[in-house]
């Protein structure tokens, strides 16, 4: 239980640590890199990655907020009692019905008050990583003068930027950004992923409502989807929006 407690206070501090290096590598390195030097005008590759930055930030936490505060909150079941057939999550207090989990890096249990606003988060927090690996590729393909086209030069920069580092030529910056470039890979993959996971499991519906259900009048996977994401799915996606109270 105490391990447990740990982890749903350091999963939250990583997330945040890692939008704060992720937020400050875009500021002031990716973007003023883009940024020709010689002139006062802002390129276009320049305004599109910032416009495009920005929607992410929003999107990504403004969602992570929305999780925290459409939480279920505690359920009242307390730790020592036992329920056949049921998981019981111990840090809320509150039994785990279909297609429920507690996550970690919100602190909190995932229920259909907050499904939308988590899956929305797993989406853009995928793709702000793969926004930042994108632009950090560029910023050391730029400075380290390396040609990603071989996609053997990815697994080839770790070790080249280590020796690098070790012997002087390697500025402190520039090995954080290669560091980065790992960890935004494995973050996006694993956001990506727990993604589709959660919109296949929505499509396919809870499975206690399969057995209730004939063959007949059970609802499509669309149906399905649209309980969750609402018939403005597509605003949903663009802007975080509050879950409306059923
Ligand atoms: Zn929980």
Same mark, same amino acid.
């Given at each position: 239980?105490?391990?447990?407690?740990?982890?749903?206070?350091?999963?939250?501090?990583?997330?945040?640590?890692?939008?704060?290096?992720?937020?400050?590598?875009?500021?002031?390195?990716?973007?003023?890199?883009?940024?020709?030097?010689?002139?006062?005008?802002?390129?276009?590759?320049?305004?599109?990655?910032?416009?495009?930055?920005?929607?992410?930030?929003? %999107?990504?936490?403004?969602?992570?907020?929305?999780?925290?505060? %459409?939480? +279920?909150?505690?359920?009242?079941?307390?730790?020592?009692?036992?329920?056949?057939?049921?998981?019981?999550?111990?840090?809320?207090?509150?039994?785990?019905?279909?297609?429920?989990?507690?996550?970690?890096?919100?602190?909190?249990?995932?229920?259909?008050? #907050?499904?939308?606003?988590?899956?929305?988060?797993?989406?853009?927090?995928?793709?702000?990583?793969?926004?930042?690996?994108?632009?950090?590729?560029?910023?050391?393909?730029? #400075?380290?003068?390396?040609?990603?086209?071989?996609?053997?030069?990815?697994?080839?920069?770790? +070790?080249?930027?280590?020796?690098?580092?070790?012997?002087?030529?390697?500025?402190?910056?520039?090995?954080?950004?290669?560091?980065?470039?790992?960890?935004?890979?494995?973050?996006?993959?694993?956001?990506?992923?727990?993604?589709?996971?959660?919109?296949?499991?929505?499509?396919?519906? +809870?499975?206690?409502?399969?057995?209730?259900?004939?063959?007949?009048?059970?609802?499509?996977?669309?149906?399905?989807?649209?309980?969750?994401?609402?018939?403005?799915?597509?605003?949903?996606?663009?802007?975080?929006?509050?879950? +409306?109270?059923?």
């Amino acid at each position: 239980m105490f391990l447990l407690q740990l982890l749903n206070h350091l999963a939250p501090l990583y997330f945040l640590c890692l939008l704060a290096v992720t937020l400050s590598l875009q500021l002031f390195l990716f973007l003023p890199d883009m940024c020709d030097e010689r002139s006062d005008a802002v390129p276009l590759s320049g305004l599109l990655h910032s416009f495009f930055f920005l929607f992410l930030l929003v %999107n990504t936490l403004g969602n992570y907020i929305l999780v925290i505060w %459409n939480s +279920p909150g505690a359920g009242g079941v307390s730790a020592e009692v036992e329920l056949p057939d049921r998981t019981i999550c111990r840090l809320c207090a509150r039994v785990l019905w279909d297609q429920e989990h507690h996550c970690f890096f919100t602190g909190t249990c995932i229920s259909r008050s #907050n499904l939308r606003s988590f899956v929305l988060f797993c989406l853009h927090s995928s793709l702000s990583c793969f926004h930042a690996l994108v632009t950090g590729v560029g910023f050391i393909s730029t #400075n380290f003068t390396l040609s990603f086209c071989d996609p053997l030069t990815f697994l080839r920069l770790l +070790p080249l930027s280590i020796t690098r580092f070790f012997s002087g030529s390697l500025v402190s910056s520039d090995m954080l950004v290669v560091l980065m470039l790992y960890l935004w890979f494995a973050v996006g993959l694993a956001c990506a992923a727990f993604c589709c996971h959660h919109l296949l499991m929505i499509s396919t519906g +809870p499975s206690s409502h399969k057995t209730q259900t004939t063959e007949q009048n059970a609802p499509t996977w669309t149906e399905n989807l649209q309980k969750v994401f609402g018939k403005q799915w597509l605003l949903a996606i663009l802007l975080p929006r509050v879950t +409306p109270k059923t």
